[in-house]
């Protein structure tokens, strides 16, 4: 008896700490992706890639502005135009609810080759997100 209950306290807490986590959504020119895939994209073009996030609780610690975008394990910035994808615009935020954020990131397919994109939000209080994506240029 004693076990089942252990099995569903632990059940309850890590159901419970994954439905805190973010709810991120991405769409690269109008198109949703989803993390874990590879994108292909044209040398030389521009791109959109919208970011929304919704903080799946309240009093969330971590800002909009504290998520960070890694091009290549490098931090992604205006400044940095030696990477492989050459941001165009700064990374600005816009709250649309309380709990609810986004931001446009416009950049530039400059090298070809393959990369890879990751977002994180470095969460202490609850469990976070870490995703990367896949990212080919030809």
């Known amino acids: 008896m004693k076990k089942k209950l252990l099995i569903v306290v632990l059940l309850f807490v890590f159901g419970a700490v994954y439905s805190f986590a973010c709810e991120m959504t991405f769409f690269l020119d109008g198109k949703q992706v989803v993390p874990g895939q590879t994108l292909s994209l044209d040398q030389g073009r521009s791109y959109e890639l919208r970011v929304n996030f919704v903080e799946d609780h309240g009093n969330c610690p971590v800002e909009p502005e504290e998520t960070a975008f890694l091009l290549a394990e490098e931090k992604?910035?205006?400044?940095?135009?030696?990477?492989?994808?050459?941001?165009?615009?700064?990374?600005?935020?816009?709250?649309?609810?309380?709990?609810?954020?986004?931001?446009?990131?416009?950049?530039?397919?400059?090298q070809t080759?393959?990369?890879?994109?990751?977002?994180?939000?470095?969460?202490?209080?609850k469990a976070g997100y870490d995703e990367i994506f896949y990212i080919t240029v030809k």
Do not use: M, Y
Request: aromatic share 6%.
């Open 76 to 110: 992604w910035k205006t400044t940095k135009t030696a990477l492989p994808l050459v941001l165009t615009r700064n990374v600005v935020w816009t709250d649309i609810s309380d709990r609810e954020h986004e931001t446009v990131l416009v950049f530039t397919a400059q």
């Open 113 to 125: 080759g393959k990369t890879t994109l990751e977002v994180i939000r470095d969460c202490t209080k």
